[in-house]
């Protein structure tokens, strides 16, 4: 408050300059006329301090900003009670030494002119206004006094005319001051709501808009020595705290994840939080090994273990890097390509960070041309649906078929399905190609022997689909299957974010008669909680036990133990990929009770299936009739 009072004593140079002139032509013309040397003399000094006054005036206007707001005053209070002292003693000079009328009436005017309009000038500061008033005045009503007679009328005009100034220049003060206060008050609020608009409520980042104007500010304040590095996080597993904890422990998280990022990160660095459970940093780097520390110390920082509403959490993030010019030429660029690399990281689990390649972009390209194609080849009905059996390994005879999708493309041939199953899964595009699946499979299926059951595999993303379960109850509706014919294959990874919505879907189904297995097991997140959890019927021990390269006595033991537990459960156990009758023995021996795999027959197209099954039960009743 008070800087700004004392600033507007410089505010106007210019009606400075213009009084301090007219008291110089006063003074001049007062020398001129009064011939006497006690009017030269106070004439001058008032040239004088008028011409110091406007120099230094001048030139601390330019620097008042820069100065304390006590300095500031006290210079300017220097020079104006000497000018205005001057103004006085020359007013009363004149008077005094009996001066020609002309200049007494000069010098007297100005000096009363010049209190009232300083007063006025100077009202941000009552002290310097008032000051200035009565030595300008003062000597002229002194010799009033002194003189009597008329001079009485003087002073007492004096007198009134000081008072009424005074209480002009205190009500000018006031409302002066009142002004700055409530424009003070209005900027404050514009500022605090200026942050409001680019700050994050939970984690008081800044937010997108924010990230927007700090990230410029970096890029155009980046010297051509230095890169720019964005990192782009996103919080493993955040949606299960939500759901478990409830959102005030899941802001607790993002508030804890944000002051970890805020330690890591550098003091001159834009930080943002995204959107959700996602984390932005912009920074100036010089190289991209310094990009790679900064990574590490953001992973190593975030990965610390915490305490949230009683439990302990570890929180984890993927992220994706990129640079500044090598990634892209500009921010908007910059950020597809974290975001890109981001997407690389969340793909592939990865618990460091990931920086951006130019290879990511042809994926990305050859992952946007496969899902183009996909959603065609589904409208198209370019897909077919083969099925392998499942043979029971004591009797020989097929128990069940599995169905497998297969993609003949019109141009390119076949495409496997570990090329395009994955995009569908990442796309969603699963979710349309997995109930299709299902409901071809079912009409194949219905026209099978009633002991012969269907497998159908099922992605954790077409699980967790809302509507997923009414979807396969309408598809075994439509096709009137029973439901007990249907086994619905899932993988351990589905149960690594182990929420209520699988569950629910899981109960819902197997209330209705569908069965489940446990595919690929061994490979992933083993865990016999959810074998005892969930109702599966059947394990399916992966095909790395049975024929991959590193079988032996280890894997042996292992299908053994698997065995033993589903004699013990009552469970079916599959052996996959089996491909010569070696193998088929020793896990017969081992205890597995079905097979599956090339030794058997590849999977193959439903009127092949139906043949399969045909011939099954010809031979069967050959058998039969022999023995009869």
Known sequence: MRRKLAETLYSQPASLIAGSAAGVACAGAAMSVAESRLVDLAAGLLILTALLRVAVATWLSHRAGQRDARSIETIYEIGAFSYGLMVGALAATTLYVGAPAYAQVLTVAYAFAFGVGIAARNAGRPAVAIGQLLLATVPTAAWGLAAGGAGYALAAASVLIVFSVVSSTFDFFRTLREQIIVADTSALMAEKMRELARTDVVTELLNRDGLNEEAHRLLMQLPDERKLALFWLDLERFKEINDTLGHQAGDQVLAEAAKRIRRAAPGDAAISRFGGDEFIVVASVADRGEAEHLAQALDTEIAAPTRVAGRRIEICASMGVALLPDDGPDLDSLMQAADLALYHAKVGRREAACFFDRAMTRHLVRKKEIETDLRAAIQRDELSIFFQPIVDLETGRIRTFEALVRWFHPEKGELRPDEFIPVAEETGVIITLGNWIT?????????????????????????????????????????????????????????????????????????????????????????????????????????????????????????????????????????????TLEQVQAVR????????????????PDYLAAMLLSQERRGCEAERLVAG
Not at 480 to 500: G, H, K, M, N, W
Not at 589 to 604: E, I, K, N
């Open 439 to 579: 409901a071809q499979a079912a009409r194949a299926c219905a026209r099978w022997p009633e002991d012969v059951t269907l497998a159908v595999n099922l992605s954790p993303v077409q699980i967790r689909a809302p509507g997923a379960a009414l979807g396969i109850l309408a598809a075994l509706r439509d096709a009137q299957l029973d439901p007990r014919r249907l086994e619905l294959e899932v993988t351990e990874s589905l149960f690594i974010d182990d929420d209520a919505h699988t569950a629910r879907f899981i109960e819902e189904l197997a209330a209705a008669g569908v069965r489940f297995a446990l595919d690929d097991f061994g490979t992933g997140y083993s865990s016999l909680g959810y074998i005892n959890k969930f109702p599966f019927t059947k394990i399916k021990v992966d095909r790395s036990f049975v024929s991959g390269p590193n079988t032996g006595k280890n894997s042996d033991a292992i299908i053994r133990a698997v065995a033993e537990m589903g004699t013990t459960l009552g469970m079916d156990i599959v052996a996959e990929g089996l491909e």
């Open 589 to 604: 021996d081992a205890g597995c009770t079905l097979g599956q795999g090339y030794y058997f027959s590849r999977a193959v």
